[in-house]
């Protein structure tokens, strides 16, 4: 499975951006997926995660209210929209395939494989 993540880029603080993560590969609509984020000099850090149906999702508690997570199988692709957005929301943003045993395993990336390259957003005051 290969990952690709795009959407990302400027954007003012109170603004909104949409990150899509593609993937190619048939086992993408089996897979729970996630979205990491990793500013610098910070370790990466979970943002959200959604089941492969789409029926489970789950939040960080910094992002909930303002970011969603979705999917969309029958174009092997994830979304993350993102609104209300701060300052401290820059950085790199990962998408992964989730690789774990349970919807408690979301918020760890070592239960996380396939990384994509990862989409900058930088939010300006």
């Known amino acids: 499975v290969q990952l690709q993540a795009s959407g990302g880029g400027l954007v003012q603080a109170g603004g909104s951006q949409r990150l899509s993560c593609a993937a190619s590969?048939?086992?993408?609509?089996?897979?729970?997926m996630g979205w990491f984020r990793q500013a610098p000099g910070k370790e990466r850090e979970f943002v959200a995660a959604?089941?492969?149906?789409?029926?489970?999702?789950n939040y960080a508690d910094f992002v909930k209210g303002r970011y969603t997570i979705s999917r969309e199988n029958a174009k092997n692709t994830v979304y993350l929209q993102m609104n209300s957005l701060k300052p401290e929301d820059t950085a790199v943003y990962y998408c992964?395939?989730?690789?774990?045993?349970?919807?408690?395993?979301?918020?760890?990336?070592?239960?996380?494989?396939?990384w994509g390259q990862g989409t900058q957003v930088t939010v300006s005051s």
């Open positions: 590969g048939p086992i993408f609509s089996i897979n729970d």
């Open positions: 992964a395939v989730f690789r774990g045993a349970y919807y408690s395993d979301y918020g760890n990336p070592e239960n996380y494989d396939y």
């Open positions: 959604i089941s492969w149906s789409g029926g489970v999702t």
